[in-house]
């Protein structure tokens, strides 16, 4: 077949998952053993002439035979504990953000886990990690971000990614100060620096709320222009290295700030939707910005980031000169798969940097959907139109407009959470991070970058740039093994999260559409990527209270639990509770269909929806013999009759 009809291929998804039934075990078998048989190939091969360790007749001693027994024993009484876990592999599981993993992945990272790589150096995963950063190279590309300019690297998940982001943009936020007190030190002057509003002044001269305020490609380009002016620029590195945040830590470095700038600042806040993940509290508070300051904007009834309320916090952190280190948005929420209209909070960003002179990180904790952004490209890798996008996948409606400009402002953060273990459909430990510019690396090195770049080539040491140490190499080769299968466009990952959208689509539209009398199924709004929530209610629950209850009871009929097997299970869901102080008016239409105020709300703190993750993209496709959502809700009438 030619190139160019290969790139128009469709895949067709019954291809790329082992299959709710094994049916593809021929071929996930005949791939494994391949790879297991090779790399017995590739033992034998290494130094034949060593001869073996273990002989044949030892093999009958009794100490090897009681060793080998065990172990049989064993591995059969952990495959029988392990049918007590959790079918993620069934359409019927619609309930955390798990869910069949694609063949490539499993069958990649069990091939490479035989060599056990290490991707905390190339010298212990010479392969692994060339995977790993041209993994890296493809979510930036999908993201927008200019590939020769970007930095990005996978992770153990969200969180450990999320919490890179905010280091950088601390460390990002804070470097101005420590680059003019080296500037001072080394006597330099004349330094210039462009402030948000267009103008710009020396860097001797500026106060401290206007150190704060210089966007971060400025800030990365102050750090160089000293260097310029300098006749020994690692002195210029190694001073600024001195005065930095990250080598004084919060305390010494804020006695700095006041005893030279007289009256500092307000503490230095983080800006995050109000539902966010709660790894952003944890990280604040590791981080040494405090959890205190954390700054919740609310979100409107889609869930989405209010960006009116937004510019509103701005204005009065502003009045105060109360600096941002950064501001969060998310790409699917966590609860609804919610989209922020990330265009709108980027276009905040600039009117805030003009009126108000304020400068800030902006990053996209996109770890549940960063990889709907493949579906806003062709098989040329070029961006398709809102139209163009919208045809793949009628006769739904999908994605909204607002959505897809989400998707496509991703280009204008300064990072993106993705995690290839959510909607990569990979096994875990696969998160990632990318940075727009990857200059923002050598604020958070262990070691000054120029000491080595003598001798070895730079990518052999990605473990000094990031967070954590150790890390498996198969995980990287999992997935760059999925992403070879399943590219990173609409004819691939973007053709499979559209299916788990037009599922949750379906499903949204049969739960609206069903008959639920006496009982009642008030749905959240439509979902923006791939999450169904709903709230039930009945005309004998007098309190929110007793509805939330209910709602406890029907979750715990239809999940595993301590009283309750897997397979006493028919379909699967989740629960969360959309909390007061999270969701504030965002519910008040979903309490008005309830029949409770916003006060009943209030005493009980919350109202609990059940939650369904829609990751199986056959949920829909009635390719088998089950009308899975229709099953789905005559389980759900059952349980709800009977827990009545
Ligand atoms: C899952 C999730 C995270 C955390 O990711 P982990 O991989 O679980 O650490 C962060 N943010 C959002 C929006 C998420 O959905």
């Not at 198969?474 to 959208?501: C, F, K, N």
């Not at 629960?575 to 519910?587: D, M, W």
Request: proline fraction near 5%.
């Amino acid at each position: 077949m030619s190139e160019g009809r290969e790139n128009e291929m469709v895949t067709d998804l019954g291809s790329v998952f082992l299959g709710p039934k094994a049916e593809n075990a021929e071929v996930f078998e005949k791939l494994l053993l391949e790879a297991f048989r090779d790399h017995v190939f590739w033992r034998r091969n290494f130094h034949p002439e060593d001869g073996f360790v273990v002989r044949e007749t030892e093999k009958h001693a009794p100490g090897y035979q009681h060793s080998i027994s065990v172990l049989s024993q064993e591995l059969l009484g952990l495959l029988g504990e392990l049918k007590a876990g959790v079918p993620f592999f069934s359409p019927r599981y619609i309930g955390h953000m798990t869910s069949d993993l694609t063949m490539a992945s499993l069958i990649g990272y069990f091939a490479t886990m035989l060599y056990n790589p290490n991707n905390v150096a190339a010298e212990v995963s010479p392969v692994t990690t060339r995977m790993e950063l041209e993994v890296a190279d493809q979510l930036a590309r999908m993201i927008g971000y200019d590939t020769g300019r970007q930095w990005g690297h996978l992770t153990s998940g969200g969180t450990v990614a999320n919490f890179e982001a905010l280091w950088v943009a601390r460390n990002v936020k804070y470097l101005p100060v420590a680059v003019r007190w080296a500037a001072e030190e080394l006597g330099v002057t004349g330094v210039q620096v462009p402030l948000p509003d267009g103008s710009s002044a020396d860097l001797t001269e500026l106060g401290l709320w206007e150190l704060l305020n210089i966007a971060p490609d400025a800030t990365l380009d102050l750090a160089a222009s000293l260097h310029r002016h300098v006749d020994d620029p690692y002195r210029a590195v190694e001073l600024v290295g001195h005065h930095s945040l990250a080598r004084l830590g919060y305390q010494e470095f804020g006695r700095r700030l006041s005893a030279e700038f007289g009256d500092s600042l307000p503490p230095g806040v983080v800006l995050v939707p109000s539902t966010a993940h709660y790894s952003w509290e944890k990280i604040c508070r590791s981080l040494g910005i405090g959890g205190a300051q954390l700054v919740h904007i609310p979100v409107d009834n889609r869930f989405r980031m209010d960006t009116a309320a937004l510019q509103e916090t701005l204005r009065g952190l502003a009045a105060r000169a109360q600096p941002v280190i950064g501001c969060v948005s998310v790409i699917g929420t966590t609860e609804e798969s919610a989209v922020d209209r990330l265009d709108q909070v980027v276009q905040v960003r600039e009117t805030s940097a003009r009126e108000l002179g304020m400068a800030f990180h902006l990053h996209a904790d996109a770890a549940w959907g960063g990889y709907a952004a493949s579906i806003i490209y062709g098989p040329d890798g070029k961006r398709r139109s809102y139209e163009e996008t919208l045809a793949s996948y009628a006769p739904e409606v999908w994605p909204e407009e607002g959505v897809y400009r989400g998707l496509a402002a991703l280009e204008h953060t300064d990072s993106v959470t993705i995690d290839p273990h959510k909607l990569g459909f990979v096994p875990y430990p696969a998160g990632a991070i990318s940075f727009r510019d990857r200059r923002v690396r050598e604020l958070v090195a262990t070691e000054a970058p120029y000491l080595f770049h003598r001798g070895a080539s730079e990518w052999g040491y990605i473990g000094r740039f990031i967070f954590e140490g150790s890390k498996p190499g198969a995980a990287a080769a999992g997935v760059w093994m999925s992403h070879q299968v399943l590219p990173l466009d609409a004819r691939g990952y973007g053709r499979l999260i559209g299916e788990t959208a037009r599922g949750a689509l379906a499903l949204h539209r049969r739960i609206d559409g069903g008959d639920w009398s006496p009982f009642q199924v008030v749905l959240l709004p439509r979902p923006d990527l791939n999450i169904v929530c709903f709230a039930i209610g009945h005309p004998s629950f007098q309190t929110l209270e007793a509805t939330n209850d209910f709602c406890e009871r029907i979750y715990r009929a239809m999940s595993v639990g301590e009283e309750r097997a897997a397979r006493q299970i028919d379909y699967f869901v989740t629960k969360t509770v959309l909390r007061t102080g999270e969701y504030g008016r965002s519910v008040v239409p979903i309490l008005d269909r309830l029949g409770f105020s916003y006060d009943d709300y209030v005493r009980a703190g919350g109202v609990s929806v059940i939650r369904c993750t829609v990751m199986d993209p056959f949920l829909a496709a009635r390719r088998g013999r089950t009308d899975y959502i229709e099953g789905f809700m005559r389980s759900l009438r059952e349980v709800m009759r009977a827990q009545l």
